[in-house]
């Protein structure tokens, strides 16, 4: 199983990014799917993550601007962030809780980071 992240870049403050994560491989299911951000010297910590379902969690420092979404028939997940701040600057990593076949047990995989960087 492979998460492949992409859509990261420079951006002024006040700019929109649109991140995207693809799973592949031999997947069952992915629930929940997430993305993660690690600034400099900074612990990892939750950005947002949604079930398949649809239900969705977000970090308090991101909620009004950033959405995310996943299509669940391309194992992928979104993550548009608009009115991004500098403090949003940091390497963003999706992951995804995958069950491999119905009855094995579930195992988080992570995709590579993707930078984005807000200059102010």
């Known amino acids: 199983v492979q998460l492949q992240a992409s859509g990261g870049g420079l951006v002024q403050a006040g700019g929109s990014l649109r991140l995207s994560c693809a799973a592949s491989?031999?997947?069952?299911?992915?629930?929940?799917m997430g993305w993660y951000r690690q600034a400099p010297g900074k612990q990892r910590e939750l950005v947002a993550h949604i079930t398949s379902g649809g239900r969705t969690n977000y970090a308090d420092s991101v909620k009004g601007r950033f959405t995310i979404s996943r299509d669940n028939a391309k194992n992928t997940v979104y993550l548009q962030m608009n009115s991004l701040k500098p403090e949003d600057t940091a390497a963003y990593y999706c992951q995804g809780s995958v069950r491999r076949t119905m009855h094995s047990p579930e195992y988080d995989y992570w995709g590579q980071g993707t930078q984005v960087t807000v200059s102010s």
């Open positions: 491989g031999s997947i069952f299911s992915i629930n929940p």
